[in-house]
């Protein structure tokens, strides 16, 4: 089994200063150490000139607090070089077993 250490993206929605009553997402980003489950990846043909790659991955992580309490709001994952969509969560507890997607396009800060 492939062992596994990145950088784990989670956006948490948090009230800006002086209780306005908006809220934004704020980017985190912790390190965990793990193993990879699966390695596997799917090609999806569709209405672009390239087709789109996609990681169907399981990535299995040794979960502190913090991921436990939000694992609702991870985004991505880091890996091979790359930031992974994250487009399933498994609860294992003490493990969350990540499933990759899409390369993530989204923000980070």
Known sequence: MA?????IGF???VE????SGIWKETFTKKN?????IRYARKLISNENVNDSVIVDNIISIVADPFAN???????YARWQGVRWKV????VQYPRL?????????????
């Not at 800006?16 to 209780?19: C, L, R, S, Y």
């Not at 309490?69 to 985004?75: D, G, K, M, S």
């Open 3 to 7: 062992k596994f250490y990145g950088e």
């Open 11 to 13: 956006a948490v929605t």
């Open 16 to 19: 800006t200063p002086k209780g």
């Open 32 to 36: 965990y150490r793990g193993d990879i």
């Open 69 to 75: 309490e939000h694992f609702f709001a991870i985004r």
């Open 87 to 90: 487009s399933h969560v498994d």
């Open 97 to 109: 077993n990540l499933t990759l997607g899409e390369v993530y396009n989204g923000p980070e800060d």
